[in-house]
């Protein structure tokens, strides 16, 4: 018997098997969890459905987080299905391609700061709200996703870490405020990894590189590692757990920058 034995999850963000969404979602059922998807355009669908339906889930419904309407579309929709469930999983993040390389302060623009914040942090709060309804009791958790850009200043990260660092503060605020009924929110700040998300920003294979060179555990790490990790923090195991930013990325925030070769 899993940890999530029994639980339910709606898993947002999905998009393909090269993701950490699809990491999560292969460790939820691994570990006993009902799932169901979203997505976010009709280019979409049949390949969220065709993954659904590896998970044994055919529970897959619209949903553009930059809608309100679309929002609580799919939670009416879900909850035809399931009366309540008790994890939300928010796999949400976008900027345009002109925030996330070069200079920071050359790139940034006023509607592509907006535009990240709206997609990336702002459609957390949304969801947690439209999905209030259906986790009130469960004792259930709210979990998200972070990187290490949301702490230091990555290359060619730029308005999506301060997106990000905006993300992980929303984090702390949910905790406060879903803790009275009794759900908790927490996030993971995941190492990169080599997702289609991932291929937008510059000189990734680069921070790879110097990742798995300074990390204490001398490498990258993988979604299924991630998937295990949000695992625990939707399971039982976790239930003192809020408001934590969990870093599943090797050790590398652990430890300096600095890598000396032996003299």
């Known amino acids: 018997m899993g940890i999530l034995s029994g639980k339910k999850a709606l898993i947002v963000g999905l998009a393909s098997t090269r993701s950490i969404a699809y990491g999560i979602a292969k460790s939820f059922h691994e570990q006993g969890a009902s799932l169901a998807f979203t997505y976010q355009n009709d280019k979409l669908k049949s390949r969220v459905e065709k993954i659904a339906a590896e998970f044994d889930s055919h529970l897959v419904f619209p949903c553009d987080v930059a809608h309100d309407d679309a929002i609580t579309s799919a939670m ?15 796999s949400v993040a976008f900027a345009p391609a002109d925030q996330i390389s070069g200079d920071f302060v050359d790139h940034a623009t006023r509607e592509g700061f907006g535009i990240a914040h709206d997609i990336s942090v702002y459609s957390l709060i949304a969801l947690t709200k439209a999905a209030l309804p259906l986790m009130e009791g469960t004792q259930g958790s709210v979990l998200t996703l972070s990187y290490f850009g949301a702490e230091k200043a990555v290359p060619n990260y730029n308005v999506m870490g301060v997106a990000k660092a905006s993300l992980e503060a929303t984090v702390r605020y949910l905790a406060a405020s879903l803790g009275p009924r009794g759900l908790r929110a927490n996030a993971i700040s995941a190492g990169p990894i080599k997702t289609l998300a991932a291929a937008g920003i510059k000189d990734f294979r680069k921070i790879q590189n110097a990742y798995a060179d300074v990390a204490p555990l001398q490498r990258n790490i993988s979604a299924e590692e991630v998937g295990n990790a949000a695992s625990f923090l939707c399971s039982s195991m976790a239930s003192g757990v809020t408001g934590e930013i969990l870093h599943v990325d090797a050790g590398y925030h652990a430890v300096s920058g600095c890598n000396l070769d032996p003299a």
Do not use: G, M
């Not at 009416?76 to 928010?90: C, I, M, Y």
């Open 76 to 90: 009416t929709e879900l909850q035809k299905n399931w009366p309540s469930f008790d994890a939300l999983v928010h």
